[in-house]
């Protein structure tokens, strides 16, 4: 998933600042249909498994706190723990093949929390 | 205004001397009028510039001071100043602890000057005889009390860091709600055409819980509202309570009023982050409306989230 946008950081105290986040998303997925029961059912085709990876665009909103720590050898190191819920819009894929005897059309998007823990490191 | 400067120097000629040979004050008139006149040929070098030991010890009138001095006087402070000291001088003479005052009218230059006169002699702490001919200090001290010319005496602080840059190193984990829609389905026998089944659009979802773990950085576009620039202040305050060492208490010594504490200020970044994905697969069994038993069957629809990674470049070969 990669992820492009803004935020706007609060000071809350004197250490602790908070900020809330929004922008572009994108995610990458593989989507794999396994057909079993739709290749025997009237008239029987092997039965396969067909993948295809997707690319598909959305957004996230999200927030993020930060504290500064004492990291040994690295200055201004600093807590992160972030939230991000990122929309990501449907996408048609189509699965199977002529030569395979089955085609599955379908939509697919999906909604996904995050939650991550990390360690910033600032630069001049 | 009327200025006095007085400190200790070599050969002989203490403070006190100083003021007595007669160069305890001086009208400044303009940018260019020599101030420091002679507190010493020695020690202290009459100049075309105001108020600066350099690193050969001359004494030099710096324009940039001479404003700070003008701007404190019309903002109706008194207020000396602590030279750098220990400076070695081209004649081989050290020059240590040199202060200026100066007052914002002849009265209280008398004042000052009347004050010191009568001061016990080891009250005045830079009275003192100084014997350091060609002791010479292997390196200028460093100070921060005086400013430097090039920045004309004012260091601007405070100023916000300018494309300050975060990298966030991050692991976590998330929740995955995968939704699916069937849009049609095409079947036929082996080798022959395909044709439609009858579908229908039937939402179904299933859900995940991937690890996660990525990079995400971030870089400060600006401040809201817009910090205002601070100074250094030009002057080395005494501390707020109790005069500069070795001089009279009347001096103005008080401390400059405390500085507000700052406006809590809105930054806008812009960020950018990679992150990859571990499990989490996402599984729909059968095919929601899809036709005969397949709704219950067992097919399936798997969905991994993945990483991104740039598109793989066309392949050059013929």
New interface residues.
Partial sequence: MVTAGGAIVVPVTASLTVAVTGGFAGVDKTVTFNCVTYCVNCVPVPTFSASKDVFMPGAYVGARAQWPIALPGIPAAAFVLQYKHVFAFGENVSLGSVAQDRIVGFNVAQDLDLVTAGVSISFH | MRFIAQGDCHAGFTARRIIEAGAPAYEITSNSTVLGVVLLAVCVLPSSSFAQFNETGNFFVNEGLLDLIKADIAAGCREHRKFPHAYYSPGHHLVSDVYAYYAVSLNDYNLLKSEWEELPRAARGRDREMHSTNVRPTEPVETNEFPLPQDNGRTPVNIP??????????????????????????????G?P?SNGPTMSVPAHANGTPA?F?A?T?WI?GEWPRPMPTFSSPFGYAPEDKPASGFPSVLPTKAPPKPAAPT??????????????AGGKSTIN??PG?????PT?????????????PPAAPSSCR
């Fill in positions: 860091p300018g494309n300050l840059a975060t990298l966030i190193l991050d692991v976590g984990g998330g929740g995955i709600t995968q939704r699916f829609k069937l849009t049609g389905m095409q079947s036929g026998a082996t022959g395909l996660a990525g995400n971030s576009l809590p200020r809105f930054t806008f970044n812009v960020e950018a982050g990679n992150y990859g994905f059968g095919i899809g036709p005969g038993i397949t069957g067992d097919d399936s629809f798997i969905s991994a989230t993945t990483s991104w990674s």
